[in-house]
């Protein structure tokens, strides 16, 4: 049998508590939900979108303070990686990794070379960082140009690149590399950590709504291409209507008319999670699984006791589905990225690696 191409989580088997998928524990906004019930509308599903998508790029422009000849609208954040691929035709790439994505695949099916370099994870105190200087050695000895990818908050590990440390590296790029910064998750973390608006050519952000909003079926997020030269060709290699009709005017309508309502569910959610991390954390490290410190909704914990699919078996048998992170690189089968959910599943969560790991 050959190892499945992709593996992401979301998938939980019937009759489960799904810990894999992390969304805003507070759910869809209730401005949202009114929205949404709105889009029986024929004006809205029985027409093609403006594949310019002009209205959305300067909702998006307005509620970020940025320009918007330097968005590109997204199916999701995930299509950022293609896009890249496509405009800046990279001769080498480079992951920092564990990291989310598609881009091994990718590699392979372009045939771009692939390397990676691991954040340092603290298996004493529990922490994960990354060494810049060690991504810029490397990055000088590849082909260019060269396409870095680095997702902050990192997924899975919820490590947080201070916003020096990152402004420093775009600084001292070479000038045929470009930094492609996943910030899907940066809602959820103190204002200031996102580059978004930062003026550097070698720069392309990439946002996502759905996370917040936890509405990921929706897919929609967007990139800022700080060359506007580069989103040109971004833009140019998009698919002409690759975001929906209800997504492109549901966030059009969220940004401009319910823009103050967004902005007060956004700050709300970054305190809740925040609160609710610090209890996931204390619980589950009170009854002996190793959890690393996170800036995310979720949390990376290591289990050397045993290796996922047989943590898993055991936590299904009570109602638990993890994420298995087997398929991130550097970390190996006995990791798992548990989201942050509300308080009412934390007892069960806890009973369930109670049980797992004969403490139940």
């Not at 000088?140 to 870095?148: D, Y």
Request: glycine share 4%; proline share 7%.
């Amino acid at each position: 049998m050959t190892r499945e191409m992709r593996f992401h989580g979301g998938r939980p088997p019937p009759n489960v508590i799904d810990f894999s998928a992390p969304l805003n524990p507070l759910g869809v906004p209730e401005f949202v939900e009114e929205l949404l019930r709105g889009y029986s509308r024929r004006e809205v599903i029985e027409r093609y979108p403006d594949y310019e998508y002009r209205e959305l790029r300067e909702a998006i422009a307005s509620f970020f303070g940025i320009d918007s000849e330097k968005i590109v609208p997204l199916n999701g954040a995930a299509e950022a990686l293609y896009l890249a691929f496509l405009a800046i035709k990279p001769r080498s790439f480079l992951a920092v990794e564990p990291t989310f994505g598609d881009h091994e695949v990718l590699c392979r099916a372009v045939e771009v070379p692939m390397f990676s370099i691991p954040y340092t994870l603290d298996p004493v105190n529990f922490r994960v960082s990354l060494s810049v200087e060690l991504v810029l050695d490397l990055v000088e000895k590849l082909e260019k140009p060269v396409l870095v990818l680095l997702s902050n908050p990192n997924n899975p590990t919820g490590c947080l690149v201070p916003r020096k440390a990152l402004e420093k590296l775009l600084e001292e790029l070479p000038d045929d590399a470009y930094l492609l910064l996943d910030e899907a998750f940066v809602d959820f973390v103190e204002e200031g950590s996102s580059l978004l608006g930062y003026d550097n050519p070698k720069l392309v952000v990439v946002r996502s709504f759905t996370k917040i909003l936890s509405i990921p079926g929706l897919r929609i997020g967007f990139a800022y291409v700080a060359s506007a030269m580069l989103a040109k060709r971004f833009d140019s290699v998009r698919q002409p209507w690759n975001v929906n009709s209800i997504a492109a005017s549901l966030m059009k309508s969220i940004l401009v008319e319910y823009r103050s309502e967004y902005l007060s569910f956004i700050e709300r959610s970054r305190r809740t999670v925040e609160k609710l991390r610090g209890i996931y954390v204390a619980k589950l490290r009170s009854i002996g699984l190793e959890i690393y410190d996170s800036y995310a909704p979720y949390i990376l914990a290591r289990h050397p006791w045993a290796t996922h699919p047989e943590l898993q078996r055991r936590l299904v048998e009570n109602r638990v589905f993890v994420r298995d992170c087997s398929s991130f690189r550097y970390l190996g089968p006995c990791y798992s990225r548990i989201a942050i959910k509300n308080l009412e599943y934390l007892e069960i969560l806890v009973e369930a690696f109670a049980k797992a790991m004969g403490l139940g």
